[in-house]
């Protein structure tokens, strides 16, 4: 169990500075945080305040505030597109984006039954990886300076037979936006930090836990959220990594396939690099090749799992892949029981010798036991392999981009991320990479990626220091960055390398006890699967 109380720590005073109309970016020399570097959102010449405290040494907090209401957004009504005649694929489900024909067509119906409609071409930025360009249309209808009148235009669309939702045009993305946003920056230098940064699931990895419980548990000084986890419990066991999870030098969730990982290490210092994984099971002589690690079999959030996965191996995020023939292990830190269901289940007290081959899956293990899995074809080689009394070896490798083995110390955490977002101290933004392209749906793209969304990124800059950033959205009050957005925005903090985590209504900021950024979702702060923490010197 990942737990630690420890005592707090003081708050020295604020200090607020005003910047103006100064360069967006620091320099390609100069890629450590720079406080005279104003964010590169927007024209030039807004007004941003950044207000700095000491919450304990060698670990500051900076809130950055950009730009005003811009006068120039409104709300709308954004209708769904159904297949159409025109549509390459008239059975199609109604989505937000579609050809220009699709949407001219919906458009026009629109217009005829009253409503004020009009088609409009959305274009990416290119990224690393992604050529960008024409994204797809979208139809809107009106121009609204209030969310409640377009949520009554939207009922009388509904009402007219169509499909559609509210949005707000600053989370468009246009680069001539005048904000507001607001950001929040954990910077921990490992020169002058005594403390631990660390990475926690809670009590168990199949339950969700709030950031401000995680912290508060811990006594941390401050913390935010951390990787992608499983929502649905369609998609596996809610609260488990979608992604690599590593926890004291343990991996408890394996990678997916060569997407990056945060590496956390206790005395605040961090990496960013791409794992992929392996893992078997071994007795007299025969091998098993595992497949997963602490999760559900069957269910691979996010992709990136092995061959013979449907509908793809390689990574696909927000998309949970199937295989019916697994072999996943359990530890003790899965939870309370293992998952149930059809095949069998090998129970390995804490010397991996089998107690018992269960028929059914699930239940739960003895103390400091594990278990394995297997479903389908793998029923029979782990029924053969699995004797009672006989010792089973179970290995895990990790290796980074260059096939090198990661052997993480017991002061070690990683937690998964993606896409990448700085790399070497320029821009290097990999969505096609990391999953974030899906074939033949762009409105996925356009509303994850494209849009502006809240976001939770982290980093290190050349001076060695770890930063930890949160930008609200989804409100007027702050637009929240698009992805692209989000790299130039870690550039200009100074980072060298970067990389974004989970993030939407995930994005949460806690510092003495306190949430201090407005998490998006209608019903507050969002139980998350694990958080990362700056635990105060230990004592």
């Known amino acids: ?50 207000t700095t405290q000491t919450l ?38 109604p ?83 005048r904000g507001p946003w607001r950001l929040d920056v954990l910077t921990i ?29 811990a006594g941390a000084v401050a913390a935010v959220n951390a990787g992608f986890f499983v929502l649905d419990p369609r998609s596996g066991a809610p609260g488990d990594p979608a992604g690599v999870g590593v926890f004291d030098g343990r991996l408890l969730s394996e990678p997916v396939s060569g997407r990056p990982g945060l590496v956390v290490r206790d005395g605040g210092r961090a990496q960013i690099t791409r794992l ?10 025969t091998t098993l090749t595992l497949d997963g690690v602490n999760r559900v079999p069957g269910l691979i959030r996010n992709c990136g799992g092995s061959e013979g996965d449907s509908p ?11 295989n019916p023939d697994q072999l996943v292990a359990f530890t003790q830190e899965y939870g309370a029981n293992t998952p149930q269901g059809e095949g069998v289940e090998a129970v390995l007290d804490s010397r991996g010798r089998v107690l018992e081959l269960r028929s059914v899956r699930g239940g739960p293990l003895p103390s400091g036991g594990s278990s394995i899995q ?18 089973l070896r179970l290995e895990t490798t990790l290796r980074d981009d260059q096939g090198r083995r990661v052997t993480p110390s017991p002061g070690t955490d990683i937690v998964n991320a993606g896409p990448e977002l700085v790399r070497d101290g320029r821009l290097h933004v990999t969505p096609a990479t990391d999953g974030m392209v899906h074939p033949g749906d762009p409105s996925w793209y356009y509303g994850w990626v494209h849009k502006r969304n809240p976001r939770t990124l982290a980093g290190t800059d050349a001076a060695g220091r770890t930063v930890l950033v949160t930008a609200d959205g989804r409100s007027t009050a702050s637009l929240g960055l698009s992805i692209t957005e989000s790299a130039k925005v870690a550039r200009s903090l100074g980072l060298r390398d970067a990389a974004n985590l989970d993030g939407g209504g995930s994005t949460t900021m806690v510092a003495n006890g306190q949430v201090i950024n407005d998490p998006s979702d209608a019903a507050g702060e969002r139980p998350v699967g694990d958080a990362l923490l700056i635990l105060p010197r230990r004592r």
């Not at 009148?149 to 949005?167: L, P």
């Not at 992929?276 to 002589?285: K, P």
Request: hydrophobic share 35%.
């Open 312 to 322: 793809t191996s390689l990574p696909l995020h927000d998309v949970t892949c199937t």
């Open 56 to 93: 304990q040494p060698g670990v500051t907090l900076t809130r950055i505030v950009r730009g005003a209401v811009d006068p120039a957004h409104h709300w709308t009504v954004e209708a769904s597109i159904p297949g159409g005649d025109t549509s390459p694929d008239p059975d199609a489900p």
């Open 95 to 177: 989505t937000t984006l579609k050809d220009k024909a699709s949407a001219d067509e919906l458009a026009a119906e629109l217009r005829g039954d009253g409503f004020d409609a009009r088609a409009e071409q959305v274009t990416t930025p290119r990224t690393t990886d992604y050529a960008g360009g024409t994204l797809g249309w979208r139809v809107r209808i009106g121009s609204f300076t209030s969310q409640s009148a377009a949520a009554t235009e939207r009922i009388r669309v509904i009402n007219a037979g169509y499909r559609g939702s509210v949005t707000y045009t600053g989370w468009d993305g246009a680069t001539t936006d």
């Open 189 to 217: 230098d490992p020169r002058a930090f005594r403390g631990t940064l660390d990475a926690t699931y809670g009590p168990d990895i199949e339950n969700r836990e709030t950031v401000s419980a995680l912290a508060g548990d």
């Open 374 to 391: 297997a479903t389908g074809r793998q029923v029979a080689g782990l029924t053969a392999l699995a004797r009672p009394g006989e010792r």
């Open 1 to 50: 169990m990942k737990k630690r109380r420890l005592g707090g720590a003081a708050v020295a005073f604020g200090v607020v500075l005003a910047v103006t109309g100064l360069p967006a970016q620091a320099s390609a020399g100069n890629r450590t945080a720079d406080a005279r570097a104003t964010l590169p959102l927007g024209p030039a010449g807004l007004a941003e305040t950044r």
């Open 276 to 285: 992929t994984w392996e893992g078997w099971v071994t007795a007299r002589g």
